[in-house]
Nanobody, 120 residues
Framework: QVQLVESGGGLVQPGGSLRLSCAASGLTFSNYDVSWHRQAPGKERELVASISRVGRLTNYADSVKGRFTFSRDNAKNTVYLQMNSLKPEDTAVFYC?????????????WGRGTQVTVSS
């Protein structure tokens, strides 16, 4: 059974930092396209950062470029989102996602999310 478990969220002041983690069981992250998404109250879920399975390319939403860094530890089967210079508008539930299409079978897994609140 596949599980993605996010952790590391919390309350932080504007300008502060947090590091989110997403640990996987039942799949190997390096075989999937992995991404972080967030959903703020009353808004649609949006892509924050992604890393592709092929090429290992990392992409970021314009709103987080230069502030967030996506990394992975293959030995721990865990990905991270380092978030610096946090702003109140970063407040959201952050989700980890792993997906791939293999032999015409689409796999798409989500974690349950971790709350990030940026407030003074």
């Amino acid at each position: 059974q596949v599980q993605l478990v996010e952790s590391g969220g919390g309350l932080v002041q504007p300008g502060g930092s947090l590091r989110l983690s997403c640990a996987a069981s039942g799949l190997t992250f390096s075989n999937y396209d992995v991404s972080w998404h967030r959903q703020a109250p009353g808004k649609e879920r949006e892509l924050v950062a992604s890393i592709s399975r092929v090429g290992r390319l990392t992409n970021y939403a314009d709103s987080v470029k230069g502030r967030f860094t996506f990394s992975r530890d293959n030995a721990k089967n865990t990905v991270y989102l380092q978030m610096n210079s946090l702003k109140p508008e970063d407040t959201a539930v952050f989700y980890c996602r792993a997906q791939r299409r293999l032999f015409n079978v689409q796999e798409d897994y989500w974690g349950r999310g971790t709350q990030v609140t940026v407030s003074s």
